[in-house]
């Protein structure tokens, strides 16, 4: 008897067994995450928040505490994007916790001379990951449209976004994120600003001087 824990694995399993009375050997992977259209989500920060808290379009929602949409004004000129929620960031249901949260605070507060209430804060993908994973490619694709629509209602003069994982999910580039970090990149009507995640940092102390140079790029944005 075999055991299925999610409906991600049932819907796998399904499609291979029809298959295989079609007469197939094999079959290409396929999404089984639903997603949802961007032009059918709501149009305010807060209902779009609503949305978010109820979403079950994923499997991560059903080890998820609670989603995250974000935090900050709608009117903010710069928007923070982090991959995915920490496990600190679901256990405690808040921003700004833990050694990286501390760190982007002092980032925004000491360097850009911004307080954390001016700035949108949110994740490419807004709920904590399984354990230790990142998301799988239909995870992010579900939640995508939420952040699409996010930066459509702010609409900020500058994105950051915070590690390569954040920028590669935001903009669909694998390229080398050494070569683009610290950039100002166009994108639509806005630009961003790829930066090291703090956490990356708090692991790799020695590269807080291109993180500050990096800010001074961002600052400037705003100027």
């Given at each position: 008897m075999i055991h299925v824990d999610s409906f991600q694995n049932l819907a796998i399993l399904e499609n291979l067994y029809r298959l295989k009375a079609l007469g197939y050997d094999y079959s290409d992977p396929i999404?089984?995450?639903?997603?949802?259209?961007q032009s059918t989500?709501?149009?305010?920060?807060?209902?779009?928040?609503?949305?978010?808290s109820?979403?079950?379009m994923c499997d991560?929602?059903?080890?998820?505490s609670q989603s995250m949409s974000g935090h900050g004004p709608a009117n903010a000129r710069i928007v923070f994007i982090d991959a995915y929620v920490s496990a600190a960031e679901d256990e405690e249901n808040g921003y700004y916790v833990g050694r990286s949260g501390v760190m982007l605070r002092d980032m925004i507060e000491k360097v850009l001379l911004l307080k954390t209430e001016d700035v949108y804060f949110t994740h490419a993908v807004k709920c904590k990951p399984f354990g230790f994973q990142a998301p799988s490619k239909s995870e992010y694709?579900?939640?995508s449209p939420y952040l699409f629509?996010?930066?459509?209602?702010?609409k900020p003069k500058v994105i950051v976004t915070l590690g390569a994982e954040a920028y590669q999910i935001l903009t669909g580039d694998q390229g080398d994120f050494?070569?683009?970090?610290?950039?100002?990149?166009?994108f639509g009507e806005t630009q961003i600003v790829p930066m090291y995640n703090p956490l990356y940092l708090i692991r790799n102390p020695s590269l807080k001087k291109e993180a500050m140079r990096d800010l001074q790029t961002i600052k400037a944005q705003l100027s």
């Open positions: 999404t089984p995450n639903i997603h949802t259209s989500l709501p149009d305010t920060l807060a209902t779009l928040s609503q949305a978010i109820k979403c079950y991560l929602s059903k080890s998820r694709c579900s939640c629509k996010q930066l459509e209602v702010i050494e070569r683009i970090r610290g950039e100002v990149v166009p």
